[in-house]
């Protein structure tokens, strides 16, 4: 059974695709939650697996065998596959912890650095400006949220389309975004085959309130091309801010103004087939690993004496 401990490994590779497609073919909100719900869940089944194969190398041990309070080693069906598999995952999951921590180092130091930079600058209701010589706009959440945006940024756009990139900002507040970037960062660096997901959750994101702020303004050509201005106004000219704090400038742009100035997205028959694609996929992902866990769980308890094979 140790063997399908291997399909929560190898399902997220399936990810990419599928979520890309959902994105095409699904309204961007709803696509949104189905990529990033499924993300997570792949990451922590995908992490489980390989806690699984650790934990199965060393009860193979006699000292950790005894240490668990094992009358005999853990047996398992096949050496020559689980000791390389366990060998394995321990290296996975140390490069796994240690990425984590840098990115949660990094993205605290920007974090602070972000709302220190906000709190200096005039604020108005849940605007703030920022005087700088380089455009730039973006939502940072918090108590209480803000839409940072610099002077130079205001400079670049009228009235109109400062008021389309502002509801752009205060969608990605009020829906959350900063959390599914957040659950974004952390799938990635939990299986290599997730790091592509993170981009279409990014632009996910990103599509989700360009088409809020078309509602919000009443105008998708307006908001596209505020979103088109204050992409070339900023290029390479951010400022320090963590990853997941949502900017309207990131992401594919022209890709982003064109869904703009299409119609509006709805839901289409053939997005039922992907979405229900990803719910299989991490359904399968989830019983493999819990299957896999249960018969581990078994395993241990005949080894302890406590249950017969």
């Not at 990419?16 to 922590?44: E, H, N």
């Not at 990635?188 to 702020?213: M, Q, S, Y």
């Not at 709805?266 to 018969?295: E, F, M, Q």
């Amino acid at each position: 059974m140790t063997v399908l401990l291997l399909v929560p490994l190898l399902l997220p590779c399936a990810l990419p695709v599928l979520a890309r497609r959902a994105l095409d073919r699904l309204v961007p909100a709803a696509a949104l939650w189905l990529i990033t719900v499924s993300a997570v869940v792949l990451a922590g089944c995908s992490v489980a697996a390989l806690g699984a194969f650790v934990l199965i190398g060393l009860l193979k041990l006699p000292p950790f065998a005894a240490l668990g309070e094992l009358v005999h080693p853990l047996s398992t069906a096949s050496d020559v596959f689980v000791v390389p598999a366990a060998a394995t995952s321990v290296g996975a999951l140390a490069v796994c912890a240690w990425t984590v921590v840098r990115s949660v180092l990094h993205q605290t130091r920007a974090f602070r650095a972000a709302r220190s930079a906000a709190g200096r600058g005039p604020a108005a209701g849940d605007l703030c400006v920022v005087d700088s010589p380089r455009p730039d706009a973006y939502a940072l959440p918090g108590r209480p949220h803000r839409i940072v945006v610099t002077t130079a940024m205001l400079r670049s756009l009228d009235a109109a389309e400062r008021e389309a990139l502002f509801a752009h900002e205060r969608a990605h507040n009020e829906g959350g975004h900063h959390y599914f970037l957040a659950a974004a960062e952390l799938a990635a660096h939990c299986h290599p085959a997730l790091r592509p997901v993170r981009d279409t959750i990014r632009l996910a994101v990103e599509r989700a309130a360009d088409e809020a702020a078309a509602t919000a303004v009443g105008d998708r050509r307006l908001t596209a091309r505020a979103i088109a201005r204050a992409a070339l106004a900023g290029h390479d000219a951010a400022l320090e801010r963590p990853d997941f704090a949502p900017a309207a400038t990131t992401g594919p742009v022209p890709r982003r103004v064109q869904a703009l100035l299409a119609a509006p997205p709805a839901p289409r028959r053939a997005a039922r087939s992907i979405a229900v694609l990803l719910a299989a996929c991490t359904a399968v992902s989830c019983v493999a690993s819990a299957t896999g866990v249960i018969d581990f769980h078994h395993r241990v308890e005949v080894a302890q004496g406590d249950a017969s094979r």
